[in-house]
């Protein structure tokens, strides 16, 4: 297993850096997306890596890039990310960056829920709906929905919750046109997803897409896809309502932050346990090999 933790490329300008990802230049319309093996929980980055994420997201996008796009483009050029940079900087990019073409990014995430769990259920709780979308009387958490719901959230800074928000608000943030064409492909990608997972004895039960446009105005799927950090995946044989179902992702993380009485969910994060962090990290490969049929590439 390797991790890295920061990428630290020197050959390229950096043009960012988000919770998990690094953005680098190149030319004027490719961008270089390395992906760390940084993990955040509760929009708080640890301070400790989990070996493999990083390859496993990257792997992991790519599949679903190739399976889904004929559905709608993506930001894939083909390039290989080794030659892009130095030769003493190949180890940071192997089998966890992609040449990406440079768009101009849709500051709405495209959240498409099969089922009512998480700040879904908390909201259905509450108010009988979710993101304004009203729901039947009577669902259990858990519960598989009758047709896959579309929920936007507005992305936030660095460091700050992502906020739901209802469609006629993304309506009115990017427009009516671009707006309804962002919630139908998004369904279409969720159906098409869950379906196939079905058949890999998962549940996708809930996901974010995000897209861009490129110069022409025509809309892409962008940044990482139906991956374990922007999924909630559930093995179907452990599956039922009333729970919270297990699942492939960062539980192991928020179980043990959970337990914790001196720790208010801000930064500084808190020192994770190794066994949270090799179980975690066994979750992530075992989310890739169970969807994809493939084992994490040397």
């Not at 490329?9 to 270089?32: F, H, M, W």
């Not at 390859?55 to 894939?76: C, Y």
């Not at 009577?138 to 469609?167: M, R, S, V």
Request: net charge negative.
């Amino acid at each position: 297993m390797t991790s890295l933790y920061q990428s630290s490329i020197t050959s390229l300008p950096l043009l960012g850096r988000g919770k998990v990802r690094e953005n680098y230049a190149v030319g004027d319309d490719k961008i270089l997306i390395v992906t760390s093996d940084r993990l955040s929980a509760f929009d708080v980055v640890m301070n400790q890596p989990i070996p493999d994420k990083g390859q496993v997201l990257n792997q992991m996008s790519d599949f679903w890039f190739e399976k889904l796009k004929d559905i709608v483009p993506n930001h894939l050029t083909g390039i290989a990310p080794e030659s892009v940079v130095s030769a003493d900087e190949v180890s940071q990019v192997k089998n966890r960056a992609v040449v990406a073409k440079r768009l101009q990014p849709i500051l709405v995430e495209a959240v498409v829920r099969g089922y009512i769990i998480g700040s879904g259920w908390n909201d259905y709780k509450k108010t009988g709906a979710v993101c304004g979308v009203q729901l039947p009387v009577g669902l259990k958490q858990a519960e598989k929905l009758a047709e896959p719901i579309f929920t936007p959230a507005a992305k936030a800074d660095l460091g700050e919750h992502d906020e739901n928000i209802t469609f006629a608000d993304m309506e009115q943030r990017i427009g009516k046109e671009l707006a309804n064409k962002i919630r139908d492909v998004s369904i279409k990608l969720y159906k098409t997803a869950a379906d196939y997972a079905a058949t890999r004895g998962i549940i996708i039960a809930d996901t974010k897409f995000e897209f861009g446009l490129d110069k022409d105005g025509v809309l892409h799927l962008m940044d990482e896809v139906l991956t374990a950090d922007s999924s909630r995946f559930w093995p179907a044989d452990s599956y039922a309502t009333g729970i919270s179902p297990p699942s492939f992702d960062k539980q192991f993380v928020r179980d043990y932050l959970e337990t914790l009485t001196d720790w208010n969910k801000t930064a500084p994060a808190p020192t994770l346990p190794d066994d949270v962090i090799a179980k975690t990290g066994a979750k992530y490969r075992e989310a890739l090999t169970r969807l994809t049929g493939e084992d994490l590439k040397g």
